[in-house]
């Protein structure tokens, strides 16, 4: 998603760690449900802080979906939480997580299982000057590049645009800049930076800077971000697991179909969203464009097998994750 979730990716998994038109015409059909007497109340991680780009998961508690299927959510947006261990102990029944953390992760025997795909596309992107000119990944090459460090979904994207033009780290000069990247960009300390389509370019148009931007997912498709769950609960509790990817769904595709409703119940859940409503909207409907599937939730094989792939080719995993035991499509919602 955001800046800080790109750090969240190694710690997470190694010690801690931003939709079809078919499914908006069925937004005006009201969905059957299947009321609980039951009701758990369980923690879901989120690995990052509260923001707009989660308007699924705050109109899925505000309309009541998570508890017809049987859930009271509390949000857990601690960055010192490890949402996959927590899973993959019986902690927490599920956490938001993305691709490359879950292939880590079992990848360290941990027995986590990628069930529903909420962001079909990978939101990293490179940001330039204008008078950088970088209008396609090869003109990367000479370039100076800062991002948060040498780790994370920054880092990992990166790579994917750099093995795209046919270029390595050898080619590039990479400076870790922190979170800095709209500050290091805008006072030209740097003319290159990686960051996420619905962060730093949104803050630095909005402030009239000219840039350009290549989004990762116009040259290479990796898996992102997604619901994730445990074998343990899957095996044992696949009613369950159902049930609660049936409510996000509903959710999403909810702030997909109407993302002003969507804006004002995340104002409910977010601080600060007024006096930055103009980029909060945008970004918003930035991520919006990156929910999109056909159906919501589908899961692009292909994206993971070039994750897989490239894990494997930066030494961030020992060897290529069985991905059959590594997402699981049996809960996906009937388009």
Not at 54 to 78: C, Q, T
Not at 177 to 190: C, D, P, R, S, Y
């Amino acid at each position: 998603m955001n800046r800080h979730m790109a750090v969240m990716v190694w710690l997470m998994v190694l010690g801690s760690l931003g939709l079809g038109l078919s499914g908006c015409s069925t937004m005006n059909q009201p969905i059957p449900s299947t009321p609980t007497e039951h009701v758990e109340r369980i923690r879901l991680p989120m690995g990052y802080i509260p923001n707009v780009q989660f308007a699924p998961f705050y109109l899925a508690v505000e309309n009541g979906y998570f508890r017809e299927a049987g859930y009271e959510i509390d949000f857990d947006y601690s960055f010192e939480t490890d949402g996959l261990r927590l899973v993959a102990s019986g902690h927490v029944p599920f956490a938001v997580a993305s691709g490359e953390q879950v292939l880590m992760a079992r990848a360290n025997g941990l027995p986590v299982v990628y069930i529903y795909a909420w962001w079909q596309k990978f939101p990293v992107a490179v940001i330039a000057r204008e008078e950088a000119n970088v209008h396609a990944p090869e003109d990367l090459k000479g370039q100076r590049i800062g991002l948060p460090g040498l780790f994370g979904a920054t880092y990992i994207g990166l790579t994917a645009l750099l093995h795209h033009a046919g270029l390595s780290e050898a080619d590039v000069s990479l400076e870790p800049i922190g979170f800095n990247q709209v500050e290091v960009l805008a006072t030209g300390k740097l003319p290159v930076v990686v960051g996420y389509v619905t962060n730093e370019p949104i803050q630095l148009r909005a402030r009239g800077y000219n840039i350009t931007v290549l989004p990762v997912a116009d040259y290479v498709a990796l898996a992102s971000n997604g619901l994730v769950t445990s074998e343990a609960m899957i095996r044992e509790h696949p009613e369950r697991v159902r049930a609660f990817v049936r409510a996000f769904d509903r959710g999403l595709r909810e702030a997909i179909y109407d993302p002003n409703r969507a804006y004002e119940v995340s104002m409910r859940y977010v601080e600060g969203l007024q006096p930055n409503d103009a980029v909060q909207r945008e970004v918003l409907r930035t991520a919006i464009e990156y929910w999109r599937g056909d159906p919501l939730g589908a899961i692009d094989w292909e994206a993971w097998k070039n994750m897989n792939q490239l894990l494997v080719s930066m030494r961030l995993i020992p060897a290529p994750q069985d991905l059959d035991q590594a997402v699981n499509t049996q809960f996906l919602p009937e388009k």
